[in-house]
């Protein structure tokens, strides 16, 4: 079983940057897909980035492309979004998620099996 709690989020204006990390227990993080979602008030939840369990595969949502990268430290059982050039539509709740998935899904919520509690990220025009 993985625990993950997210941290780093906060107010910030449009323009600048938060990093977010995701630290995690369980034996199984080194092995584990990781992923992070976001869900905006009165929004669905949605995919913002991925990263496989070697960091060798890595996925992004369109919106979020050339602003916003993932990385991860096996040794320090952490994964991090580093997110620059916010924009007020990136406002939401930010979530990190582990599973032991095919590839092919790492996009997928559904194909998460654990989930961080969540991190608040604000970004005011």
């Known amino acids: 079983q993985v625990q993950l709690v997210e941290s780093g989020g906060g107010l910030v204006q449009a323009g600048g940057s938060l990093s977010l990390s995701c630290a995690a227990s369980?034996?199984?993080?080194?092995?584990?897909?990781m992923g992070w979602f976001r869900q905006a008030p009165g929004k669905e939840r949605e995919f913002v980035a991925a990263?496989?369990?070697?960091?060798?595969?890595?996925d992004y949502a369109d919106s979020v492309k050339g602003r916003f990268t993932v990385s991860r430290d096996n040794a320090k059982n952490t994964v991090f979004l580093q997110m620059t050039s916010l924009k007020p539509e990136d406002t939401a709740v930010y979530y990190c998620?582990?599973?032991?998935?095919?590839?092919?899904?790492?996009?997928?919520?559904?194909?998460?099996?654990?989930w961080g509690q969540g991190t608040q990220v604000t970004v005011s025009s």
């Open positions: 998620a582990a599973a032991q998935m095919p590839l092919a899904t790492i996009a997928i919520s559904e194909a998460y099996h654990y």
């Open positions: 369980g034996r199984t993080f080194s092995s584990s897909n």
């Open positions: 990263i496989s369990w070697d960091g060798r595969s890595i």
